[in-house]
């Protein structure tokens, strides 16, 4: 069974950055696709973020210039720098990784304050 594991969450003002990191045990030569979703309360998980292996990007409209996705292969691990947070980014991030199916982390909260 594939695990995810994230870390970087937390509480942050307006206008300040937070790093996300998700490590994976998923064998390196499986793996198509990473990256990072999100919840808010009361709406459907979106798309923030994703890197393939080839490192290619795709970013939702409302991340685009705010958050940077970027991979370490050697780690297993993808990363989400989040700079210029606003209250509307507030939610719980979840790390997909993509091998012949979908695998979920437990998901990080993220709360950004006025």
């Known amino acids: 069974q594939v695990q995810l594991v994230e870390s970087g969450g937390g509480l942050v003002q307006a206008g300040g950055s937070l790093r996300l990191s998700c490590a994976t045990s998923a064998a390196k030569f499986t793996i198509r696709r990473m990256g990072w979703y999100r919840q808010a309360p009361g709406k459907q998980r979106e798309l923030v973020a994703t890197?393939?292996?080839?490192?290619?990007?795709n970013y939702a409209d409302s991340v685009r210039g705010r958050f940077t996705i970027s991979r370490d292969a050697a780690k297993n691990t993808v990363y989400l720098q989040m700079n210029s947070l606003q209250p509307e980014d507030t939610a719980v991030y979840y790390c997909?990784?993509?091998?012949?199916?979908?695998?979920w982390g437990q998901g990080t909260q993220v709360t950004v304050s006025s």
């Open positions: 997909n990784c993509v091998t012949y199916r979908d695998f």
């Open positions: 890197i393939t292996t080839g490192g290619g990007t």
